[in-house]
């Protein structure tokens, strides 16, 4: 893939990039062990000042930067702005709380025969960061705003098709403060990642993308014996039963399914409503994804832009024909639009079955899958019935049924009455194929860095402890 911005919106190549050299990488991966060392002896302080100044930065050029991404990649102005927002949050909320989270964590001396006992925190060093186009500053800053609290160093890959947003990236952070080489974007293709896993001076490695660049970065990772966090695709259930407030349901399940032109990991991909509230969820839901109105992204009053790549447009396109070839029903959509940019339209379609594509794979586009079950049990079975295990929603006001669907639904996450989506004060991430680790809260930023226990003993002869059993 070349490395390249194209707007998404009319087809046209803006600027071109030539890939890094090896020589250009290997100077980058040195600045960053070089930073690595300069930002591990710095205070939790000094680098909370520098992360609050990335974020007034943030804030200060929000309206740029939003164009940019929306140029790039096609999301409508207003996500990106909002976009903007949670990023500057985020950086804020790991400079408030980054020091806490990574507190030392002290055992009971007496019970390990210590005079003093803790886990403590420490960083490992430069992190390779292999990143997707979606959420081209989310998805960076949810790695980065942790991963430089905790005293790492970050090597961004960015996608190949946002390359101006990894290159503000790469600027922000050193103009907010923190060392050269602290935080480097590496304009280079896929085909680099290995060789830069290969390099002892790089630590670990964390990707959000697709099953098969995750399958590749963790094969090449655990060649070196190096950590990986992976979040990679879902196909999540948006549950409907009986109970719940169906306009309300209809309302959030066409955002949480065309919310950045539809192609993220969270989005809710399969409807499954029971038969009960099945027609009335249906009407209210295929009418009000055929009301968005897609068009120009920085236009005020678009709800849908253009899909991001051609590419992308041409497999969501292949996904629902082959459901239709195997006959399902197309309730709304279903045609790609005219014009010279990458237009899909909201669609739903229903009666899906297996061997169909759409029944097992992610649909990265403004696509819904419709199933109606007609019991709690089918519900879950078919919620929890695909390779994947990302985000979940159940729509019930059951104070029991929630409790069991909190239990019951296999994923990273479930949302009761809502959809998913995420908090820097929560967990995020997934279980079967949509990956492992985690990123944000507590858990995100103790994930690239060595739990390192300490143990003192008192070094004197009737101390105890010391040798006294050993593995
Ligand atoms: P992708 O093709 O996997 O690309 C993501 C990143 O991985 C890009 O930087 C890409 O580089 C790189 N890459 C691709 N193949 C690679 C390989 N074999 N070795 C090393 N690096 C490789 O994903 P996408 O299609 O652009 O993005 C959509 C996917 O990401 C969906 O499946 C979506 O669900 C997932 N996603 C997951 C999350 C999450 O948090 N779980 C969030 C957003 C998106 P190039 O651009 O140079 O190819």
Not at 105 to 133: N, S
Not at 270 to 295: N, P, Q, T, W
Request: glycine fraction near 10%.
């Amino acid at each position: 893939m070349s490395i390249a911005t194209t707007n998404p919106a009319t087809g046209q190549v803006l600027k071109t990039f030539d890939p890094m050299t090896s020589e250009q990488v290997d100077a980058a991966i040195g600045r960053a062990a070089a930073a690595f060392d300069t930002l591990r002896r710095t205070s939790f302080g000094q680098r909370a000042r520098w992360l609050t100044a990335a974020a007034d930065l943030l804030d200060a050029e929000r309206d740029q930067v939003a164009r940019l991404m929306t140029t790039e990649m096609g999301k409508t102005l207003a996500a990106a702005k909002a976009e903007v927002t949670k990023c500057a949050d985020a950086a804020r909320f790991y400079a408030a709380h980054a020091e806490a989270y990574l507190a030392d964590e002290p055992a009971d001396a007496a019970q390990v025969g210590a005079v003093k006992a803790y886990a403590r925190y420490r960083p490992i060093g430069p992190v390779l960061a292999v990143m997707p186009w979606n959420f081209p500053l989310w998805q960076v800053m949810r790695f980065a705003a942790p991963a430089l609290m905790a005293g790492n160093v970050g090597l961004l890959k960015h996608a190949s098709n946002v390359p101006q947003t990894a290159l503000f990236l790469d600027e922000l952070f050193r103009r907010a403060g923190f060392p050269a080489g602290a935080f480097q974007a590496l304009l280079v293709g896929s085909d680099a990642v290995e060789p830069i896993l290969d390099d002892p001076r790089v630590r670990a490695a964390t990707l959000t993308g697709s099953e098969p660049a995750g399958r590749a970065i963790a094969a090449a990772a655990g060649r070196q014996i190096k950590k990986t966090v992976l979040e990679l695709g879902g196909s999540d259930p948006f549950v409907v039963m009986p109970s719940a407030d169906i306009a309300l349901a209809a309302q959030v399940a066409t955002t949480a399914r065309c919310q950045n032109n539809g192609q993220s990991c969270i989005a809710a991909k399969r409807f499954i409503v029971h038969a009960d509230v099945y027609d009335a969820f249906c009407d209210e839901f295929v009418a009000r994804m055929s009301a968005l109105k897609v068009g120009d992204p920085m236009a005020a009053d678009t709800d849908v832009g253009p899909l991001a790549t051609d590419r992308g447009r041409d497999s969501v396109e292949e996904q629902v024909a082959d459901a239709v070839a195997k006959g399902a029903r197309v309730l709304c959509g279903g045609q790609r639009g005219e014009g010279g940019g990458w237009w899909y339209p909201p669609t739903v379609v229903a009666d899906l079955r297996p061997p169909m594509r759409m029944w097992a794979e992610e649909v990265f586009g403004p696509v819904a899958g419709l199933f109606r079950v007609t019991s709690y049990d089918e519900a879950v079975e078919l919620a929890n019935g695909t390779s994947y295990g990302l985000g979940a929603n159940a729509w019930t006001t059951d104070a029991g049924e929630q409790e069991r669907f909190a239990e019951d639904l296999d994923a990273g996450s479930v949302f009761v009455n809502g959809m998913t989506t995420s908090y820097p004060q929560l967990p995020f991430g997934g279980v079967k194929n949509s990956g492992y680790g985690r990123e944000l809260s507590a858990h995100g930023i103790r994930e690239f860095c060595n739990v390192k226990t300490v143990w003192v003993g008192e070094g004197k002869s009737a101390g105890a402890g010391a040798g006294a059993h050993s593995e």
